[in-house]
């Protein structure tokens, strides 16, 4: 299952690329089935996954990137109902696709959590805090076709593009929906984590690369719900405040993951 998962997410994002190419919606839409698909075959990988493990055991590198995709897309999928925002694939899907990729660079056989640290507060860190940074990926998504849009309406020539793009009343609404499901959801994720490794860790874990990376994940993305929420920030300013945050965030997640000690190393 998971390799016709892979492949439809392939497919799909060549779908989105050659819409905003052609400039023709129609490719973007049969896109978004073409993902569906792939939603889809991801889920029985899943499913199948874990109805073969015992708790975590035997659920492992893989099997995690894998369901950061298959939230991502579910996300993603769930909003079209809503707003249609189909060519918002062609910057959804990229992420999707890489965590695919690396997610078959994995063996399946590999245990996510050692076995000392499975608990229904481990499965519910890792559950919760997935979903709060899909979240925030899809805000980012949506801020960076809001400054692109953004820039072809002040030139005041948009053309084609511009009038295939989501308005940016849209994708300011789905920024502000992103980050106003994913701080809490991260919030209470890291609030199940910090209870465990409390009790489990002992002293040690508040000193732990990856526990002060995702504070500080956690600290910016509030300052910016803050913002957005009680000061009125929207628009420009609030989108490339969101890519910005994303982009450093990233970027310091994968020194720490490979430059630094960290009890996350499982992962």
Same mark, same amino acid.
């Given at each position: ?57 035997? *659920?492992?590198?893989?099997? *995690? ?117 994913? *701080? ?73 993951? *490979? ?9």
């Amino acid at each position: 299952m998971f390799a016709p998962a892979l492949a439809c997410c392939v497919l799909a994002m060549t779908g989105y690329l050659l819409s905003l190419l052609v400039k023709k919606v129609s490719l973007a839409r049969g896109s978004t089935w073409i993902l569906a698909a792939s939603f889809v075959f991801l889920s029985l990988y899943l499913l199948l996954a874990a109805f073969h493990s015992t708790g975590w055991d035997y *659920f492992g590198s893989r099997h *995690f990137l894998s369901i950061y995709a298959w939230v991502i897309a579910g996300i993603y999928l769930g909003l079209q109902f809503k707003t249609k925002t189909r060519l918002l694939g062609a910057f959804i899907v990229p992420f999707i696709l890489l965590l695919l990729i690396a997610a078959a660079g994995y063996g399946s056989g590999k245990n996510l959590v050692p076995p000392q640290w499975q608990s229904w507060l481990t499965n519910l860190h890792l559950v919760l805090a997935i979903a709060g940074e899909a979240l925030f990926i899809l805000a980012t998504a949506a801020s960076a076709m809001f400054i692109i849009q953004n820039g072809l309406l002040k030139r005041k020539k948009p053309g084609k593009m511009g009038r295939l793009l989501p308005s940016l009343g849209e994708l300011d609404r789905i920024n502000h929906l992103g980050l106003l499901w994913g *701080f809490p959801l991260l919030t209470i994720g890291m609030i199940a984590g910090t209870v465990y490794a409390a009790f489990v860790w002992g002293g040690q874990w508040p000193a732990d690369p990856k526990v002060i990376w995702s504070f500080a994940v956690w600290a910016v993305y509030g300052f910016l719900l803050h913002q957005r929420l009680a000061i009125g920030w929207k628009g420009s300013r609030i989108a490339i405040l969101s890519c910005v945050a994303f982009l450093l965030f990233l970027s310091s997640a994968l020194v720490i993951r *490979f430059c630094f000690a960290t009890v996350h190393n499982f992962i």
